[in-house]
């Protein structure tokens, strides 16, 4: 990397974690560009962290593809740090109420989107031998939890292509992290739950994982609040 701070893509970046990611890494120097689907609040968020953004809507089939030459066009040369952050559930819901609609809306950001964008940044990061790739996952993929049976599988699908990735691009040099967070105390709840874990809190976490020493590679990040026992 170099000594003026790496290039990095954050998906999901105008609020909760991905917000809170982007201020810690801009903290430590990086260059950022961060996506969200909210114009407003991607502005209040390029004040505060002097990053590049960029409005897109991941359930695009195309839109990936777009975002990340739109992150290497603003940043200079291409992501040296990819954040797939972004994601969503709609509402709760047990298998016998599920609909095909949601169940193709959370397929399109929760697992294309990420997987699409993994794709992009390996053909980049495979010919510079280096780079690193942090896929935002949830400890949903580590347990069954009931009435989150969609949003569970695209995780544990997220997961999957993840530990795959692991493999694939270490031949190039380059790491892929999963981070599995628990409760996080963000705007993705109905309701706050001020006993969960705070985004500053996971984002602290989560970027001292990117920036591991480096002949160290954190594979899997498992982290909850206090009152999580889920394992």
């Known amino acids: 990397m170099e000594k003026y701070g790496p290039r990095v893509l954050v998906t999901g970046g105008s609020r909760g974690i991905g917000r809170a990611v982007v201020l810690e890494l801009a903290a430590r120097g990086a260059r950022i ?22 409005a ?14 739109a992150a290497k066009r603003e940043l200079g040369g291409f992501p ?14 047990p298998a016998l109420e599920i609909e095909a609609g949601e169940l193709d809306a959370q397929y399109a950001v929760n697992l294309r989107a990420p997987i699409l964008l993994c794709r992009e940044a390996m053909r980049d990061m495979a010919a510079a031998r280096r780079g690193r790739i942090v896929n935002v996952v949830s400890t949903t993929a580590l347990f069954a939890n009931e009435t989150m049976g969609v949003y569970t599988a695209m995780k544990t699908g997220l997961r999957g292509f993840t530990t795959v990735l692991q ?18 105390d963000t705007e993705f709840r109905a309701n706050p739950r001020p006993d969960y874990l705070r985004p500053e809190s996971a984002a602290r976490l989560i970027v001292d994982a990117i920036y591991a020493p480096e002949d160290a590679v954190i594979h899997e990040l498992v982290f909850r609040p206090l009152v999580e026992s889920n394992f």
Not at 40 to 47: R, S, T, V, Y
Not at 56 to 69: I, N, S, T, V, W
């Open 56 to 69: 897109f809507d991941l359930a695009e089939p195309e839109a990936p593809a777009r975002l990340y030459e």
């Open 33 to 54: 560009f961060a996506t969200g689907r909210d114009e407003g609040l991607l502005a209040e968020l390029a004040a505060s962290a002097g990053c590049r953004v960029g």
């Open 80 to 93: 040296e740090i990819l954040v797939n952050n972004a994601g969503f559930n709609a509402r709760k819901s």
């Open 167 to 184: 493999k694939e691009a270490r031949q190039y040099g380059v790491k892929v992290l999963g981070i599995y967070p628990g409760g996080v």
